[in-house]
């Protein structure tokens, strides 16, 4: 279930700060390695992009959007359940603001806290340490075998 989050709810809560200058990119990150752990896709709202920086960027299975200045990510989140209509189901959404889960709630996808996903991600960071990524690279040996059965069209010379 891909999850929809409100990026200002969850920055305190990952241990980042709302006022540095990187603080939004820095959550992207997170939640990349959170997606490619879990297997998962996530939009993440932020308001108060500065005049010509509103934006969606994507980063992986993480999409970014950067609301402009004038218009809040809560009011974005609630435009972007409505659009999606009864599709909404298959969505969870992130957020510590009562009127966007409220919003999530009207529209039947799933709402968690801020706080409670935050406890996800740190799930995930502890998974993807005890399992980390297989190493996949091919021995020299391993390249040759490769190699002479490509070359020889499939035909064992051995």
């Given at each position: 279930?891909?999850?929809?989050?409100?990026?200002?709810?969850l920055?305190?809560?990952v241990?980042?700060?709302?006022?540095?200058?990187?603080?939004?990119?820095?959550?992207?990150?997170?939640?990349?390695?959170?997606?490619?752990v879990?297997?998962?896709?996530?939009?993440?709202?932020?308001?108060?992009?500065?005049?010509?920086?509103?934006?969606?960027?994507?980063?992986?299975?993480?999409?970014?959007?950067?609301?402009?200045q004038?218009?809040?990510?809560?009011?974005a989140?609630?435009?972007?359940?409505l659009?999606?209509?009864?599709?909404?189901?298959?969505?969870?959404?992130?957020s510590?603001?009562?009127?966007?889960?409220?919003?999530?709630?009207?529209?039947?996808?799933?709402?968690?806290?801020?706080d409670?996903?935050?406890q996800?991600?740190?799930e995930a960071?502890?998974?993807?340490?005890?399992?980390?990524?297989?190493?996949?690279t091919?021995?020299?040996?391993?390249?040759?075998?490769?190699?002479?059965?490509?070359?020889?069209?499939?035909?064992?010379?051995k």
């Open positions: 279930m891909p999850y929809i989050i409100d990026g200002h709810n920055i305190p809560r241990g980042l700060r709302l006022n540095a200058v990187d603080d939004e990119m820095a959550l992207v990150e997170i939640l990349r390695e959170f997606c490619r879990k297997k998962k896709r996530v939009e993440v709202y932020f308001d108060g992009a500065p005049p010509g920086e509103n934006r969606t960027r994507k980063f992986g299975y993480v999409t970014a959007h950067f609301v402009r004038g218009r809040t990510a809560d009011d989140i609630r435009a972007r359940l659009k999606m209509g009864k599709s909404a189901k298959n969505w969870t959404v992130v510590s603001d009562r009127e966007v889960l409220n919003s999530a709630r009207s529209a039947n996808a799933k709402r968690i806290s801020a409670e996903f935050a996800e991600l740190e960071k502890f998974a993807a340490f005890e399992n980390p990524t297989e190493d996949t091919l021995s020299s040996k391993e390249v040759d075998q490769w190699l002479e059965i490509f070359s020889s069209n499939g035909k064992k010379t």
